[in-house]
């Protein structure tokens, strides 16, 4: 049983460019987080997606950063016109349900940076 | 006042010896907790559950204090591969259970 996947686990990108990031859930996980990691800080929430819908999007930046989780495919994180500000890991985590605690399983991460 | 706060360290342990960090929380309401491993620059992993008053596994023990709202991690017989960044997670329940995590506590774990 395959993990959280996530890819590409490094992206570089220049100022202004556009980055993808993909997050594949584990098998049978319709729960979906995203993270992201500043360096030397800790974990922060992003956005909360349930297949093809947001839940939760109370810590993405109001501009520039969009999130979906198509009913078919892996959840896609966009950052458009990145800014060196954007540079950080960004985690995925999936889980089984979202009520209750249910462990989310993190995947290995996407680290971006922007020159 | 952080939604969660740890001391960063590092805490430097000798091989062997007994570790202890606490982690303070700042939502009374708050019903679960989690201790989180993670390892340079990978993602993090579950460490231990905590639910009531505490939960021993193996050489590590958390324990919870509600009144004072915090929960701390004990480690016994340090392990070298012990080492690592320990996040203290507080999972929001009405809101799909996103997790808040503290900033992280440091642990080297020298021979």
């Known amino acids: 049983n395959a993990g959280v996947m996530q890819n590409p686990r490094h992206l570089v990108r220049r100022r202004g460019q556009e980055a993808r990031l993909r997050c594949s859930p584990m098998?049978?996980?319709?729960?979906v987080y995203w993270y992201r990691q500043l360096p030397e800080e800790g974990l922060k929430f992003m956005v909360y997606?349930?297949?093809?819908?947001?839940?939760?999007e109370s810590g993405m930046p109001k501009e520039r950063f969009s999130a979906e989780f198509p009913k078919e495919g892996p959840s896609i994180l966009r950052i458009q016109q990145v800014v060196r500000g954007d540079s950080a890991a960004y985690f995925c985590?999936?889980?089984?349900?979202?009520?209750?605690?249910?462990?989310?399983?993190f995947g290995p991460g996407t680290r971006l940076t922007v020159l | 006042r952080k939604e969660v706060e740890q001391d960063p360290g590092p805490f430097n342990v000798p091989e062997g010896a007994t570790v202890a960090f606490n982690c303070t929380y700042s939502?009374?309401?708050?019903?679960?907790f989690f201790w989180y491993r993670q390892d340079c620059r990978k993602e993090p992993k579950l460490l231990m559950s905590?639910?009531?008053s505490g939960n021993e596994d193996g050489r590590f023990t958390a324990q919870l204090n509600r009144a004072s709202q915090y929960i701390s991690l004990l480690i016994r017989d340090s392990k070298l591969s012990d080492s690592a960044t320990y996040l203290c997670?507080?999972?929001?329940?009405?809101?799909?259970?996103?997790?808040?995590f503290g900033g992280g506590t440091r642990v080297l774990v020298k021979p």
């Open positions: 985590a999936s889980s089984s349900t979202g009520t209750g605690y249910n462990e989310q399983f």
């Open positions: 098998k049978g996980h319709s729960h």
């Open positions: 997606l349930q297949k093809e819908n947001i839940i939760d």
């Open positions: 939502n009374s309401a708050s019903q679960s």
């Open positions: 905590v639910y009531s």
């Open positions: 997670v507080v999972p929001i329940k009405a809101a799909g259970n996103k997790l808040t």
